[in-house]
């Protein structure tokens, strides 16, 4: 009875291998084989693919030159800031400068003398005060003149009268009302003046006075018959 159930048991082990797949039956034997043949790559457009890359350049240069021309922008509008940034303020303490030069005007210096001495010392602050002012706005930029004998320039000056003048050359700042300020490079605001009127006229740029004199008396003295002649 043991014999003959080691009989029946042996085939088993081989049974099993029979019935069970191999490895080489469930994977391929070449997997590029199984895909199939490959398809070959597209041909490349390479004028397409230069058009492309001009286009990314010249998008570039152009990002690039506008971010400087942000820059250089950016940076003017900074320094305007900082020069001009105080201009209302600056043309809202002109009025203060000029009431304090209009109060010292008022009190002749002769006449200090004769004054007491606490009004003689509350003149004195006045002043202190006034160059005090003066010097703060021209830390800031705010800077007075005072154009007397210059000549009359409609961008920087405001002509309120005419004073006739032979001895001074026609269109000469000759008095001035209301001092001008000048903030940076800009007007803040003009000078008040007078001009002078009725005297010679001023010599062109580039030509001295005496040139025009002695061309004017040199054909003033040509005799008019020397022409008719020649």
């Known amino acids: 009875?043991?014999?003959?159930?080691?009989?029946?048991?042996?085939?088993?082990?081989?049974?099993?291998?029979?019935?069970?797949?191999?490895?080489?039956a469930t994977q391929p034997a070449d997997p590029i084989a199984a895909?199939?043949?490959?398809?070959?790559?597209?041909?490349?457009?390479?004028?397409?693919?230069?058009?492309e890359a001009a286009e990314n350049k010249d998008r570039l240069l152009r990002t690039l030159a506008?971010?400087?021309?942000?820059?250089?922008?950016?940076e003017r509008e900074v320094a305007d800031a900082r020069a001009y940034g105080i201009s209302g303020f600056g043309r809202d303490m002109l009025s203060v400068a000029d009431n304090l030069r209009r109060a010292l005007a008022a009190v002749a210096t002769e006449s200090r003398e004769a004054m007491p001495a606490p009004l003689v010392a509350f003149i004195e602050g006045v002043e202190l005060t006034e160059r005090e002012l003066l010097k703060a706005l021209d830390r800031n930029g705010v800077k007075k003149f005072d154009p007397v004998g210059q000549k009359f320039d409609p961008n920087v000056h405001?002509?309120?009268?005419?004073?006739?003048?032979?001895?001074?050359?026609?269109g000469t700042v000759v008095q001035v009302v209301q001092s001008g300020y000048m903030i940076g490079?800009?007007?803040?605001?003009?000078?008040?003046v007078g001009v002078s009127k009725g005297g010679p006229k001023a010599a062109p740029a580039g030509q001295a006075p005496a040139e025009t004199a002695s061309a004017g008396s040199s054909a003033k003295t040509e005799p008019p018959g020397d022409a008719g002649k020649a």
Do not use: C, H, W, Y
């Open 1 to 24: 009875m043991t014999d003959d159930k080691a009989g029946d048991a042996a085939p088993a082990p081989e049974a099993k291998a029979a019935g069970a797949p191999s490895n080489s």
């Open 35 to 51: 895909t199939g043949p490959q398809q070959a790559d597209p041909p490349v457009d390479v004028a397409a693919i230069a058009k």
């Open 66 to 74: 506008e971010m400087e021309n942000l820059r250089r922008r950016t």
């Open 158 to 170: 405001q002509a309120m009268f005419e004073i006739p003048d032979p001895s001074t050359p026609n």
């Open 185 to 192: 490079d800009r007007v803040l605001r003009p000078a008040m």
